[in-house]
């Protein structure tokens, strides 16, 4: 199917509970940055250059919530074509080796401890809703003397966006069969882990606040009418979307030492 449409501010609508969200989260976390309304109000019609498939169901990753609840990113069409179309993506160039050790690393100090601990493929989860399905992967899931906790690793500095990430496992993954198995519906503790230190995450910061927070976010990326593109020279150099399925990409390599002012 080829996917045409217009630009259409839908999630401009969910702002100012966005804004406040942040807010209450900067007080506690790693320096989040204050969020900055679209702008963009064109209804530009785009034609895009290759077909796109489009999913039976609307399928969400939790780290594609993780970056827009955390303002990592902007753009929120990014989330939504993927989330509800297929297309060749382009290659990541990242390098998950430095990751990889930590999750190791600290599966062998939990072993060490004597406390049971689940890695990555086993905390592979996917929950279907009426609108769409959400999939996520913690690192870890441990059983600290009764109390689970759920790990995620971080290789690099600390972002808003981690510690949504745990909040929405912490939100999702009870609700998994593995998790239903392993939580025995007690609610998990989340903890960030970085190479200085680590964060820990209570059960009570899963509150209704951040849950409308999370259905709101699960509502843009899901939704049939797609948010508009914010492209930036930044979003877009490591936007995984092909210039064929986003006309608005910004691609252009500028030279910017065309001037005389220094
Ligand atoms: S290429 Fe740029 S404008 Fe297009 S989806 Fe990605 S970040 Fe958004």
Known sequence: MTLKHKRILTDDIHQPLITGFQEAFSQSQTSATTYKPLSDTSSQEIQLTQPAKKRLKTYIWVTWLSSLMGEDKQCKYTAW????????????DFDSSAHDRMVKQRAIQHKNQGFAAYIEDDNSFTINGETCDIGGKPDIVVNENGQIIIEDCKSGKRKTSHRMQVLIYMLLFPLSPQGQQICQRQAPSGRLVYPNGIVEIAPSEVNTEFKEFFRQTVAIVSSTTPPCQSPSHWECRYC???S????AKFDKEANTENHDLF
């Open 244 to 247: 064929a399925y986003c006309p």
């Open 81 to 92: 074509l993927s989330a509800n179309y297929q297309f060749p993506k382009r290659e990541s």
């Open 240 to 242: 995984n979307v092909p």
